[in-house]
């Protein structure tokens, strides 16, 4: 007889290592706000921080380059007149990141190819519909232009950022704060996580609950939630001895969860991140020191203890890179960017594998920066998956994505009646360009008129400079 004592698994010597500190990004005044969100946001060209700023909110951009001691000059984006809760950048452009306040809007920003050289206070969009504080933020996966924002109003609202308009508003579904708010990996549903001890699988389109499931922990602390593989869904919360749990969840069958673990007694609330294309979800704790990782799979308990990556410095906030930043010569699966009081460091998570040639069970196809649909057609009720690219021989932004759709719809768009007209990735920032806007911009009979009475005055003027000139001449 044998008995299978190990489970087999290529992710079981996955192993944690900090960066060397002159890798990591020094003295940044990180923001002291206590709210749960995860401060920093990160793709493979940036990573951004909220920091503490006096006299409203701002957040930092740094080129991933840019390592060492960060100047307290350096410039920040600082255009919100409250504090900055939430910030995330956009899927489908490196350049582009929204950002959520305490003063009630949720705005969008353009940062520079290089990163910036002077304060950026002007958002390309701003986006007002929340009556307070907005703490949550998430950009649709697969649909162009498509924004999640959550407020303390207990409302949901999913934004035509082309077009700077709430196309849904969910606002009677949540009676009480919400805590988490994602989308599954095609963007077809939406989950949610709220104090009133319920978790909601949502239509975003017609903002109706589809699943619920009150009380997935019993204790009175924050939950989150995530998508997992195949629907499921994973939550982390708390016991009603203030014991910290996870659990697995099949919408189809909300009464008992597959699994529920209980980890330890710290209190800072767990962040989990997951990875579709592994099975991976690493739960990161506010206040924590460690990031645990498990694995995700179809065999009882389902959710499987790997490993834990320690160090001395507790964690203030948590950024996670897309699966196309890693470095795949090295076997990095993932990568994460700890925020602690003053610094920002890089943590990388590696397979050690012996061979240097690349790994295909460790790099499936993953997803692009290419969107699969434009906003307009998933509002009107249009699915699609992810558009996936290989990363054999590592992910290059090309041209193509530096033109950049995002970048033309945003611009396009800062009035809802030149929507209609692409203007060819020129930005409207060019007077010629905003001219030509203007001229298919219907204009009111008064603003015609004031336009004629300016063109005679021109003409007029015209006249009498040429008759001054004659009578100089005749003297």
């Not at 489908?92 to 940062?111: K, L, P, Q, T």
């Not at 409302?155 to 950022?161: K, Q």
């Not at 549903?189 to 949502?202: E, G, H, P, Q």
């Not at 016991?239 to 980890?263: H, I, Y």
Request: glycine share 6%; with cysteine; proline share 6%.
């Amino acid at each position: 007889m044998s008995f299978k004592v190990v489970r087999t698994s290529k992710f079981r010597h996955v192993f944690g290592q900090a960066v060397k500190a002159d890798q990591c990004y020094d003295d940044i005044r990180i923001s002291q706000m206590t709210w749960d969100s995860n401060f920093c946001s990160v793709n493979p060209k940036f990573v951004a921080m909220i920091v503490d700023a006096s006299g409203g909110g701002a957040f930092m951009v740094l080129p991933l380059s840019k390592t060492g001691r960060i100047d307290m000059s350096y410039p920040t984006v600082c255009g919100h007149t409250g504090p900055v809760l939430d910030i995330e950048f956009c899927p489908h452009n490196d350049n582009i990141i929204a950002s959520g306040s305490e003063d009630c809007s949720v705005m969008i920003w353009e940062i520079p190819e290089g990163g910036l050289t002077s304060p950026l206070t002007d958002p390309v969009v701003k986006l007002e519909g929340h009556s307070k504080r907005v703490g949550i933020l998430s950009w649709h996966p697969t649909a162009h232009n498509v924004l999640l924002s959550a407020g303390c109003d207990n409302v949901v609202i999913l934004w035509n950022v082309a077009r700077g308009e709430a196309v849904v508003r969910i606002d009677s579904v949540h009676t009480d704060l919400i805590y988490s708010a994602c989308w599954n990996r095609d963007g077809s549903r939406i989950l949610t996580s709220c104090k009133d001890k319920t978790m909601r699988v949502l239509d975003p389109r017609k903002g109706t609950v589809l699943f619920e499931k009150e009380k997935p922990h019993e204790g009175s602390r924050p939950v989150r939630a995530v998508f997992v593989s195949d629907g499921k869904i994973l939550s982390t919360g708390f016991s009603r001895m203030s014991e910290r749990q996870v659990a697995l969840w099949d919408p189809k069958n909300f009464g008992e969860p597959l699994t529920l673990q209980e980890l330890d007694t710290s209190s800072g609330v767990l962040l989990p991140f997951f990875d579709p294309d592994t099975g991976v979800v690493y739960l990161c704790g506010k206040g924590d020191s460690s990031i645990r990782y498990f694995e995700v799979t179809d065999e009882a308990p389902y959710v499987h203890y790997l490993s834990m990556f320690s160090s001395k410095e507790s964690q203030k906030g948590m950024g996670y890179m897309p699966k196309r930043g890693l470095e795949v010569n090295k076997c990095e699966i993932a990568r994460f960017y700890k925020l602690h009081e003053r610094k920002c460091e890089p943590i990388v998570m590696t397979v050690p594998r012996k061979s240097d040639l690349f790994q295909e069970d460790l790099y499936p196809d993953t997803v692009g920066p290419e969107p699969s649909v434009e906003a307009d057609e998933w509002f009107e009720g249009k699915d699609a998956p992810p558009n996936l690219i290989s990363l054999k021989d590592g992910f290059v932004a090309t041209t193509k994505a530096k033109e950049f759709k995002v970048h033309k719809s945003l611009l396009k768009t800062t009035t809802a009646s030149a929507g209609n007209h692409d203007n060819g990735g020129v930005s409207l920032l060019d007077p010629q360009c905003f001219a030509s806007v203007l001229a298919c911009v219907s204009v009111p009979q008064e603003v015609q008129s004031l336009r004629k009475e300016v063109k005679d005055l021109k003409e007029a003027i015209e006249e009498l400079t040429k008759r001054v000139k004659e009578l100089e001449s005749k003297h």
